[in-house]
């Protein structure tokens, strides 16, 4: 309880103090005249804060095992998706990173979709779902909506996590 208090007494001071006029853009907020400025984010150095998440682009590809595996030694998973304006933010950083496509977080088992760190899959997406069971790893694409593949593809991957590790 303590650490609840504690946690929130913390975020209040940080919700009053007041905004400075030299503030610098930092790694977690996105460059740009059309793009909002975060004043303050909990998200570590290289990471993108969106909604109670952070967000980090890994531009080496790798299989969907292995991009989780790598999330999971960053403290997170692959990203879940939990709505289209998430999806649309998601769809942004794959573009600023120069890329097309993305692993996320869903994967296919027993003729179920699931999100890799425990979200609900209420949210879908798709573009075009091939069969399910023979392609039973979830992709983004960064113009259109999502699709699976053979989880041994190798692509470009976002990992995501809550700043408090909670």
Known sequence: MK??????????????????DNQQTSAQEFEG??????????????WFSYGSRCFKFITSPKSWF????????????????????????????TQTAGQTTA????????????WIDREGFYYTNWYSQSSSSSYPCLFLRSTYGW???????????????NPFGC
Do not use: H, M
């Open 33 to 46: 005249p059309d793009k909002p400025q975060a004043r303050f984010s909990f998200c570590p150095d290289g």
């Open 3 to 20: 650490t609840v208090l504690l946690l929130s007494a913390l975020l209040y001071a940080a919700l009053a103090a007041p905004a400075e």
């Open 66 to 93: 292995s991009a989780e595996e790598y999330c999971n030694s960053l403290g997170g998973n692959l990203a879940s998706v939990t709505n289209l304006r998430e999806y649309s933010f998601l769809q942004q950083l």
């Open 147 to 161: 699709g699976n593949t053979l989880c041994t593809s190798s692509y470009s991957f976002i990992c995501s996590k």
């Open 103 to 114: 692993w996320l977080g869903g994967f296919r088992l027993q003729n179920q979709w699931l």
